[in-house]
């Protein structure tokens, strides 16, 4: 009997298993399938096969005709929600199936009793302490109803060894029921911690989007600046930035190493370390604080470190620069050329000084940043940078080129977060404004 006890364990797993592939509402149909072939498997070969016994083929062909019907019913539930809730008269058919099939083939020298386990662990499985008496009621059906065709004949021996394998039977359903109850508790723990990090993860990408540039509205008419950052996960590692400085504008773009909740705290760090620097001309003294606001955290600042490109755009065209390891930006010129502005300095957290350098804006000019994730979006990882300048060289409006890579980047489904921020020197009056965009997350 433990042979059988083990052997019914190892196809519960398996069932269980299979299971979790099958749809909810085809489960009882899943499991019906096994039941009935067996049925069917052990009256056919019991006809067939001459060292089999057949005591009576009526009630072994009553019994196959049973666990099919309800392999039908159980199919039917499939197809109508309605019938669900009756889906425990499908074992229950199973346990008198099974009966029938051993008196039919050979009573208490049968073969084929071992069936009647998955009609237990059917009912077993599910939640609640009754399934292990419902079982325990279906089995004594099984065990039983050779007596109520012949009940001559049988001892006492008869009666104890049914008794005992009432008894192993019982075990096994209390067993697979508990499991099956710890097994749902653990789901119901992993579904309530995963919708807290989800409403935790929510509110950190709020947070972090309402960090971001709502508009243009508090920069000088003379700019037009647009931008968008779509993140690879709820919370992100890029950031960009613009605000109005005494001469003009300063854009920011930032890449934290990594993603997720970690990275965009480090995001929004640095992010209002350079913004705190508003009233300080040199872009590099920004990085400076920022990187000497990472030294003195908590973080590990030889694991985590920020890419960054910062600008100080003047409103006579005038660019000042720094770059810390970015180096994604970019003047497009009115004529279609691509002027790449890039330096050999090293990222936040493991630079220690960053040089200051200039370029200028002209007329029909835009300049762009990017982060490293919209290199990601072109096909081709070597030819990419190139990739991304033909875009630039073949775009010539700000808010087109945002629009392009944002397009991309939703469409493509990327791996690593996409921030672009373009801007120029446009020519327009207060009253016909073109506004940039509300940033993307």
Known sequence: MSRVTSGADALGQALNRSLRRVPRERVPLFRQSFIALLIV????????????????????????????L???????????????????????????????LRYGTGDERSVFLPIV??????FASCPGRINVLLPLAGTTVTLLMPYLFDASGR???????????????????????ELARQAKARLERARAQQYAVERELNRAAIVQQSLLPPDTSTLPDEFAVFGACVPAREVGGDFFDWYPTSSGIAVTVGDVMGKGVGAGMIAAAVRSVIRSGVDEPSPSEAFHR????????????????TTSFHARIDSDGGIRWADAGHGLAFVRRAS????????????IGVGTGWSEHRSELRAGDVFVCVS??????????LEAL????????????????????????REREPSDDVTVVATTLAAVSAAGRAPGPVPAG
């Open 41 to 68: 498997l052990a009256a056919a070969l019991s006809t067939w096969t001459p060292w089999l016994v057949v005591s009576d083929a009526v009630t072994m062909w009553l019994g196959t005709a049973l666990a099919v």
């Open 70 to 100: 309800a392999l039908v019913f159980a199919a039917l539930m499939a197809r109508h929600a309605e019938l669900r809730r009756w889906e425990m008269l499908v074992p229950a058919a199973d346990f008198v199936a099974v009966g029938l």
């Open 117 to 122: 386990l998955l009609a237990v662990i059917w």
């Open 155 to 177: 001892g006492a021996s008869e009666l104890v060894r049914l008794a005992f394998a009432l008894v192993v039977y019982a075990t096994m359903a209390a067993a697979v029921n």
């Open 290 to 305: 920022a990187s000497v606001g990472l030294t003195t955290s908590a973080y590990d600042v030889e694991t985590q470190f």
């Open 336 to 347: 279609g050329a691509i002027e790449r502005l890039h330096a050999a300095d090293l990222p």
């Open 372 to 381: 490293d994730g919209v290199l990601d979006l072109f096909p081709h990882e």
């Open 386 to 409: 190139d990739d991304l300048e033909r875009l630039l060289a073949e775009t010539p409006e700000p808010a087109r080129i945002v629009e392009v890579v944002e397009r991309l980047a």
